[in-house]
């Protein structure tokens, strides 16, 4: 949670990740990464204990319903049941890699915890 950011007077969600490098799944490694989205209106978080600044959140998707074109709402979804919802007057997000590379114990697995929360 110490590296989620909403900068209301900027209009800016920022998350930082510590994302499964899917393209090299024969030897498991994980990347330092940086999502953020612009022209927020809003952010409300659920199911995650915003207090605890060392909780650990496993983002398994991002979805995104419109509401009046182009706004409409990104929804990240976290393994452990969590989503964070953020508001837009249109959708403007990057992600980027930030260099950090290192060995991932394992592959991760979710079994279908994103789809049936869709």
């Known amino acids: 949670m110490g590296d989620v950011l909403y900068l209301p007077g900027e209009r800016r969600f920022v ?4 994302r499964f490098d899917w393209e090299t799944p024969d030897t498991p490694q994980r990347r330092l990464t940086c999502l953020h989205f612009e ?7 659920r199911g995650i204990e915003q207090g605890n600044k060392d909780a650990l959140l496993n983002l398994l998707a991002i979805s ?3 509401r009046d074109a182009p706004a409409g709402t ?3 979804i976290f393994a452990e049941g969590g989503a ?5 007057e249109c959708i403007e997000m990057q ?3 930030l260099g950090p590379v290192w060995a991932a114990e394992s592959c991760p697995s979710h079994d279908d915890q994103v789809t049936e929360r869709l």
Do not use: P, S
Request: proline share 0%; aromatic share 4%; hydrophobic share 50%.
């Open 15 to 18: 998350i930082q990740t510590r």
């Open 74 to 76: 990104a929804t990240l």
């Open 39 to 45: 022209h927020v209106t809003a952010v409300r978080v």
């Open 95 to 97: 992600m980027k890699d």
């Open 64 to 66: 995104f319903v419109e």
């Open 84 to 88: 964070i919802q953020v508001d837009v």
